[in-house]
C-alpha cells in the first residue's frame, strides 16, 4: 500500500502496453487447434494527475462475462464487486467503482495471482503474499516490525500483504471482515483485503472528483506512475464491461 510502486509486481505504467495470458490458455501448437483466446491488453494512458477518473458501468454487471474477458479471475472480481456494493451502501458519497480496485488488485498482486498464486473458493490465497522486506534497501522504506512479524513472518521488519498489499500496522487499524462471521479480518482472503481497500480509498473522500481520486491513489502508494497504471487498468476493465 504504502510503499513503493515495485514491491511485489514492478510498476507496469513502464510498459506501453500490458499483456498478460488469459489463465489456462496457452497458445495454439499445431494447425487444427482452435483458435488461441484474444491477449487482453491495457493500453498505458498518460493521462494528467488530477484530471480524470475512470468512470465504470454499475456493480451489476455480469461477473463471468467480465471476468472471461479480462484477465481478472471470477473470485477476485466477485470480491471486488462486493466491496463497491458494500461500500455504496455504507459510504455513499464516496462512489469507489469496482474498476477502481480492480486497477489497485491488477497493479499490487495481479489479482492475486502474484508469481502464479491463485485464490481458492473461499477467498483464500493459496499460499499467503508477502512483499519483501522493508529493510531500507535501496528503493524500499525502512520499516521496522510492527506486529512481532504475527502477518508476515517476520519479527525485524515489516512486509505488505496479501492481495492489496497493506503493512501490518495499517491492516490492524484499518482491516474489515467482509463475510460478517466473526472472525478476524484476513488480509490473504480476498474479500477482506479489497473490502479494507475500499475502506482506505475512501478515507480521501469524494472518488467521482478527479482531484480526490488521485489523492486517494497517492495515499495508496505515492507515485504518478502508480496512479497512471491503475487508471488506465480501470479505464480497460469499465470498457470490457461496456
Do not use: K
Not at 30 to 46: E, K
Not at 118 to 132: H, K, L, M, R, V
Not at 168 to 188: H, V
Amino acid at each position: 500500500m504504502v510503499i513503493t510502486a515495485g514491491v511485489l509486481v514492478s510498476v507496469i505504467a513502464l510498459s506501453l502496453v500490458f499483456v498478460l495470458w488469459p489463465r489456462g490458455a496457452p497458445p495454439a501448437t499445431v494447425a487444427d487447434d482452435p483458435p488461441a483466446t484474444p491477449l487482453f491488453t491495457i493500453p498505458y494512458l498518460d493521462v494528467a494527475s488530477g484530471s480524470q477518473v475512470p468512470q465504470a458501468p454499475p456493480a451489476t454487471i455480469v461477473i463471468t462475462r467480465v471476468s472471461s474477458h479480462t484477465d481478472i479471475p471470477t473470485r477476485a472480481l466477485q470480491a471486488y464487486v462486493l466491496a463497491a456494493t458494500l461500500t455504496a451502501q455504507r459510504i455513499p458519497a464516496c462512489h469507489l467503482t469496482w474498476a477502481t480496485l480492480a486497477g489497485v488488485g491488477r497493479v499490487e498482486s495481479d489479482h492475486g495471482q502474484h508469481s502464479g498464486d491463485s485464490i481458492g473458493p473461499d477467498g483464500e490465497e493459496a499460499t499467503p503474499i508477502i512483499g519483501p522486506a522493508l529493510d531500507g534497501s535501496p528503493g524500499v522504506r525502512r520499516v521496522p516490525d510492527t506486529d512481532h512479524g504475527a502477518l508476515d513472518g517476520d519479527p525485524v521488519w515489516d512486509h505488505a500483504v496479501g492481495p492489496m498489499q497493506f503493512l501490518p500496522s495499517r491492516w490492524r487499524t484499518l482491516g474489515e471482515r467482509a463475510s460478517g462471521d466473526g472472525r478476524p479480518a484476513d488480509p490473504q482472503n480476498i474479500d477482506d483485503a479489497a473490502l479494507t481497500a475500499a475502506r482506505y480509498l475512501c478515507a480521501s473522500g469524494d472518488l467521482s472528483v478527479p482531484a480526490t481520486w488521485w489523492a486517494a491513489m497517492y495515499h495508496y502508494n505515492n507515485s504518478v506512475d502508480y496512479g497512471r497504471a491503475v487508471f488506465s487498468a480501470a479505464v480497460a476493465y469499465a470498457q470490457a464491461a461496456s
